[in-house]
């Protein structure tokens, strides 16, 4: 009969005990506190992508289907968890930064599901932006997707101005949005004559739509 080779202890707390709670006196002893144990989730996330990226490589990756009925996760996080563990072998990964940045840098490269393959290196230059920058996790699906955009098929598709539609010149990116509407702001591309227009027909006629510009 086989037993468990590995069991967690169940003295595990779930909650701030007294005797921490304490020696709590100070502004920076609750910040080094909450940092320390943002760090023991970190780790424990990528422990928990390794024990499934194991299981993955020693059953194979059909058994993902089973194993996340099994645990009760969606079959997307099980898989989210080995392809980051896949992407990011232990002397790859940035203490720095998150388990979650790891993640959304994984999307900088193409990847084969069922042969479990990355088919380039971005991801690491990525990781390494988002440590040097503190770029927060939306902050790097967000770049990576616009250059994304920028390369398809290789070719550089170029840039237009969302109001005049001309390429020439540089192009900053704007959102308006109606105060306290609960709605999401619009986004545009704009040079910044087209910007300076677009603030007259605002103070005219309020708030534009993609429909009112283009």
Known sequence: MSTSALVLPNEVPI????????????????????????????????????????????????????????????RSTVVNY???ARAFTADKREPSVSFSHHFQASFADSYDEHKGIFTSEKRFDWVEKAANENLSTRSIRDEIQEEKQKTAG?????????????????????????????????????????????????????????????
Not at 15 to 40: G, H, I, P
Not at 192 to 199: G, M, P, R, V
């Open 15 to 74: 909650s701030l005990d007294d005797e921490t709670k304490k020696n709590l006196v100070k502004w920076e002893d609750f910040v080094s506190y909450y940092l320390q144990l943002t760090e023991a989730a970190n780790s424990f996330s990528w422990i928990k992508a390794d024990v499934l990226l194991a299981l993955a490589e020693k059953f194979g990756d059909q058994s993902l289907e089973k194993v996340s009925t099994d645990i009760g996760e969606p």
């Open 82 to 84: 080995v392809r980051t």
């Open 154 to 214: 290789g070719v550089l598709l170029v840039e237009k101005c969302d109001m005049c539609r001309q390429p020439d010149g540089q192009l900053e990116k704007h959102v308006f949005f109606v105060p306290n509407s609960g709605k999401a702001g619009d986004k545009f591309k704009l040079h910044q004559k087209c910007y300076e227009k677009l603030l007259k027909f605002i103070a005219e006629y309020g708030n534009p739509s993609e429909e009112d510009i283009i």
